[in-house]
């Protein structure tokens, strides 16, 4: 089955700084990749999502790059802020749908104010 | 856009009973729902996957019956920790999505053995 493997599992950044997390993915046929946001006790929110047909998609700060080949994407935040502190998750999808993911252990990402 | 809600939030119960978990789909129709288990600082595990009208389809390591799991509607989706024990406890999230369209999940269910 996938596998989903997320770097690093912790994250700390000033405020206004930039962030990355990178994720890797071991099934090639996997064609949809999600990242998820949880605060605290919260459900997952869906942040932003990719499909295997773009290598790039952006969102205000957020985006998320998709290298096919070397089976792996990131996730950019950009001028971060204290309240995009949160834990991390990507996932991915083989069935070409959201439906059946496997998610990535997750990354910690703490804003210094 | 899609909404997914879930019930209880919260819950505590004593080792050997058993707990019920719903999970419903607001505005729109889920032929398939998703249970998800989370320990502290992990990663969400999928559990099952909740099929309307038939059975579930559980993943490996998953007891069947011990995680019951009834989808008797195509909004509802119920799961039953039976016979439950201090390790059972854990943070269980269900999830479903119209056709084509991103998961969405429930609020999360916090369940507490004591």
């Known amino acids: 089955g996938e596998n989903v493997e997320q770097h690093p599992s912790t994250l700390s950044v000033q405020e206004g700084d930039s962030a990355v997390i990178k994720c890797t993915y071991s099934d090639s046929a996997s064609n949809y990749f999600p990242w998820y946001k949880q605060e605290l006790g919260k459900r997952p929110q869906l942040i932003i999502d990719i499909r295997s047909n773009v290598g790039e998609k952006k969102d205000q700060r957020i985006a998320v790059t998709l290298n096919k080949t070397a089976k792996h994407f990131s996730l950019h935040i950009t001028e971060t802020q204290p309240e995009d502190s949160a834990v991390y998750f990507c996932a991915a999808s083989i069935s070409g749908s959201a439906r059946q993911l496997t998610f990535g252990s997750g990354t910690q990402l703490t804003v210094l104010p | 856009g899609a909404v997914v809600s879930q019930h209880p939030s919260r819950v505590i119960c004593k080792s050997g009973t058993s707990v019920k978990i719903e999970c419903r789909s607001l505005d729109f129709q889920a032929t398939t729902m998703f249970w998800y288990r989370q320990f502290p600082k992990q990663s969400l595990m999928l559990m099952a996957t909740?099929?309307?009208?038939?059975?579930?389809?559980?993943e490996q390591g998953v007891e069947k019956d011990k995680f019951l799991i009834n989808h008797a509607s195509l909004t509802l989706s119920t799961l039953t920790v039976t016979s439950a024990h201090p390790e059972d406890s854990s943070f269980y999230i269900c999830s479903a999505s119209p056709p084509n369209s991103p998961l969405h999940f429930g609020n999360g269910t916090r369940l507490t053995v004591t």
């Open positions: 909740s099929n309307e009208g038939s059975k579930a389809t559980y």
